[in-house]
């Protein structure tokens, strides 16, 4: 076969031609993995056959440079039209597009991910390209300072998702004039016609007021198309762009165009057929479109601190917050590494990310209370490198779970931070205690879970965070509490401390965080009694310290009194029973306390002794395991 | 002390008397307990004193009746100005308010709980108020058919949430025109101004182009107020109302007003003291308010399904999904239960829930792609007495978590269907697999968490969860698999099925959903080279059959395989493994196969064996076990 190549000059009728040619390539791509999107991709073919021939500049055969364009589907699910693309820019072939989408072991996934170098973030929970590409513009505008645009192709249906509105204001409150949402009505949804349907007014109406410019076009002209996405392109003025496009779902077949009941569809192998002859058949054009300018090689970054950091210090006795210690912390690693950002969900002063946004003012993004917004965007500068520290109270991330899940899948850096863990924090009442979130970060793949104990340690693992990939997560404190440990010591990922061990133990007391410092008073009191207990900081919660803990259930009969601020389920305590039981460890003992029932207001002693997690209930838990009672 | 009584007709100058009582209220509930938010109280203490004089129609006495008015303070960190209402009813004492506000052991927590009759739902964190809110005004204008407003105070900072836009569109879209929003736009969040300021027109911009009706007001003129809570309260055309009011924080006390620095601080005693002085301090007024329309009663409605369910019935061995059964099932309830109402982010072809809305199109509501709204909306149902469930993809609920979080804390009756779970579902890939929901459901607090591997289990699971209180959830999987139980078998909520055993077992597997199958063909060729296995069928996860398992441990000498098709942390195996520990099993050599590395696509039966969930890698597991190998 000889590919045709299309430059940006290329007439719209060849464009035309393109735009068959990514229909007809949705169509055989789906047919031929029995599942997949057709109609959704064949509705936005003509924006991408403009886009990607005379719009978006980039460099295929080096996607990750500096000044490419970035192109993000925020409709996921269009990815046959994604992949077609990436045949017509000549870096996927055509026999891939046929025997690797959506089959085993392939990288042309279902929805797209970022194991294809073109793929800046993964998508496919809806709602979240947008508010990745917020991200990414920031960093253009903001950090790189480059002239690149952030093309985003959105559903119309997901436009029903309140992500989406908080990443358009985000948008215009960032002034980000080199994002441009590209929005694919089509009219029908999943199961149904959407909310609007082809109320292209009301979408523009929405997108104005949330402070976006807003073109609206019909979506299959393709010289209206292109008039849009130029001057989209342009980047006038301070504001995002929207073009609200009117599309036909399936358009170009005749047999489905605006009908239900297509979507998620392949068509079988006979309507393939009829579809593609209707389409004019198989064509194979290769586009040669705009290139990003040169950009002058900047001097390579340094990786990481470079060993540059500088700890704060915390005197043993001193008490401190550890949400103090992190503000401190990520000042210190702000210095020592031009890649750290930070992001706050309106609550700096609490967090206190606010010390960075007061030492950094250009390397802080506030995000106001936009959690998901915030992860989304730290998601995006995280694909252009930088390394974003994103905080808020730990109760508040599983705002954002669903995008630390996809913010997994795109194998993102991040580090998030959730202070106020637990019913430490007292009168505020449940509402802001952080008491699901260990499990909830534990259960996400790949990730680091992190819960220091004081200031000291606090302080080594934001910089451990700074070097982790994946998605770390730090759980801070409210109150101040004693330093236990001296500057300088070490705190590796991984590990754990033993704070208090003789050669008679007879119990394990396992703490981390608030529960420490009860766990370290229980064993001063059982020691007044005679009983000897080992004291463990599990300050690492994944990965764990499973020698320290076999050691000690070893040491101590299997005797181990486990204690977290937390619900019973998926935090401390299934991290330290996993642990044991995967090393095979026998004859266990285990005394669990957790939060177990519903907490109201009161001080933190009080619902900390309510809850049966102050340093009385560990040690009378103690007590009963080793027969003292 | 002598109440003076502020009834309907009261003067504006009285109204403006208790609003000083609000803001005296605030200041020295807050001052006495040591902290809340007296500024963010006072801002809106304008706004509530003209609604609970003049607009509010309630029955203080009887909060919980038909005709009552609905009053929800989205901002639920003015509870200090909602106590003071309280107080201002006659329904809390001054006493109370004093010495009870944020304490320990009492009901006037930090921010509201419906451990106080009049709250509907416990708010506190942002954003979630007016969706709940939008859930009450369904079931008023869709079910309850009463004529009665849901009033919800929002703060500005909270338009930030994406949720608040969710609630607004269905709003619109349900033509809820018994909702009014009232905005304290008072300028400043808590860490800084907000990021629209005092820009009343671009709030009343988005608010419109998300089809409200808007009124702009100045939130301290008490005519203008009155005007347009009058107005709002009119519910002319099918539109929800938003008020837009400007205030000032800390009205009504010159050291605060307007000044950064003092969100959720309370006045020290010297400060409070010039404060009360300033608004001429302290009052008794107690507010005679409208009352709502004398309803007439209605016969009870049956409690449940009154032994009335026929559930759907599958054949041993005819194949069927989950997520079908739990369509069907939720058709039958629909016929049982009058009180039995649907919802579904979208995705109800997927689901199932297509037949529910198909069977009973008056007790479905389409929420489209905003998981967060459809579970503050199930919220807001259950407030009113009705029973929802609600589904999307397992997935897709984690982008609910915080609501199901705080639908926990408002003690909430939810039934929550989660499709899609696993691997198992092949080519989507990753972003559409639930791979994290076992561990985010058991960890909040009160759930009852359920995963059925045939029609029949699931059918009678689905009646399980109408009669459950507090949240439960349903894990449906997508592929079809043969029926295991006959027709009638019952499934009670914490029990389990053995469905292999003899008295020679020499290892349990325990299974789930579709690896439950998986375990019975490793039974199956485990059988053939003499290796007898005990097959659990753990459908009820939380509770989960501490004695049916701790049996298991006993009979096969603690060798268990646990086989899930979920990340290992939080889910199926820490389930059993927590369970076995509490009671105190010893010697338990425990094989956990789950999903411990990042999947892609491919045929469910490929991803499973690529998991090590399928049948070959749990004999293998158990062979290993046993010593067998």
Not at 371 to 377: G, I, L, P
Not at 445 to 469: I, R
Request: with cysteine; hydrophobic share 45%; charged share 20%.
């Amino acid at each position: 076969m000889t590919a045709t190549e299309l430059t940006s000059d290329a007439s719209l009728a060849a464009v035309a031609d393109l735009a068959a040619q990514l229909r007809v390539d949705s169509i055989r791509a789906s047919t031929s993995a029995g599942s997949g999107h057709p109609t959704s991709s064949m509705s936005a073919a003509d924006l991408l056959a403009v886009l990607i021939t005379r719009h978006l500049r980039y460099d295929w055969q080096n996607p990750r440079p500096a000044a490419n364009d970035h192109l993000i589907f925020s409709k996921g699910h269009a990815s046959p039209l994604l992949y077609a693309v990436f045949k017509a820019a000549g870096v996927v072939s055509d026999e891939e597009l046929m025997t690797g989408y959506r089959r085993f072991g392939q990288r042309l996934e279902g929805h797209p991910t970022p194991v294809l170098p073109w793929v800046d973030v993964a998508t496919g929970s809806l709602g979240q390209g947008l508010p990745d590409g917020v991200g990414v513009a920031v960093a253009g505008k903001y950090l790189d300072k480059l002239g690149y645009r952030v093309w985003v192709l959105c559903g119309d249906s997901e436009l029903a998702e309140g992500s989406m509105w908080e990443a358009l204001d985000k948008a215009s409150h960032y002034q980000l004039s080199n994002l441009v949402a590209i929005v694919d009505v089509n009219r029908l949804g999943q199961s149904g016609p959407t909310e609007l349907g082809w109320n292209l007014d009301a979408y523009a109406r929405r997108a104005e007021a949330f402070g976006a410019r807003v073109l609206v076009v019909d979506g299959h002209d393709l010289a209206a198309i292109n008039g849009a996405l130029a001057k989209a392109g342009e980047a006038a003025g301070e504001q995002p762009t929207v073009v609200v496009a009117k599309t036909i779902k399936g358009r170009g077949f005749s047999e489905v165009e605006d009908k239900e009941g297509w979507h998620g569809r392949p068509f079988p192998p006979d309507m393939a057929e009829r579809a593609i002859a209707e389409l004019g058949g198989v064509r194979h054009l290769v586009v040669r479109g705009p290139r990003p300018e040169a950009v002058p090689a900047r001097e390579s970054e340094p990786a990481g601190t470079a060993g540059g950091y500088r700890a704060p210090e915390y005197a043993v006795g001193e008490k401190v917050a550890t949400r103090k210690a992190y503000g401190d912390a990520l000042v210190a690693l702000g210095a020592a590494d031009p890649k750290v950002v930070a992001l706050d969900g309106e609550v700096k002063n609490s967090t206190y990310a606010i010390e960075f946004a007061r030492a950094y003012p250009g390397r802080y993004f506030e995000m106001f209370i936009a959690e998901q917004q915030m992860v989304a965007a730290a998601t995006g500068l995280a694909a252009r490198g930088y390394r974003p520290f994103a905080s808020t109270f730990a109760a508040f991330l599983t705002r954002a779970h669903d995008f630390i899940r996809m913010g997994s899948i795109s194998a993102a850096d991040l580090r998030l931070a959730g202070s106020h863990a637990g019913v430490e924090i007292g009168a505020d009442g449940p509402s802001q205690m952080g008491l699901e979130d260990l499990a909830m970060m534990r259960a996400v793949h790949g990730t680091t879970v992190l819960y220091p104990a004081d200031g000291t340690s606090t302080a080594a693992l934001v910089e451990a965070m700074a070097l982790t990939s994946g998605i770390s997560y730090l759980r801070t404190t409210r109150g101040a509490y004693p330093g236990l440990y001296r500057a300088g010591e070490t705190f590796p990922v991984g590990g754990s401390k033993v704070l208090r061990s003789s050669d008679h133990d007879e119990v394990t007391l396992i703490g981390a965080g608030v529960t420490l410092h009860e766990c370290l008073h229980a064993a001063g009191a059982l020691a007044t009694e005679g009983i000897a207990a080992r004291v463990i900081d599990c300050y690492s919660i994944k990965p764990i310290d499973t020698a320290a803990l076999t050691a000690a259930a070893q040491a101590t009969s299997g005797r181990i009194v486990i204690a977290e601020d937390h619900h019973p389920e998926g935090g401390l305590g299934s991290a330290v029973t996993d642990a044991l039981l995967a090393a095979g460890q026998q004859d266990l003992s285990i005394a669990h306390l957790a939060v177990r029932e519903m907490p109201g207001s009161g001080t933190g002693e009080e619902l900390l002794a309510w809850a049966g997690l102050d340093a009385s209930h560990i040690a009378a838990a103690a007590r009963q395991l080793t027969g003292h009672q």
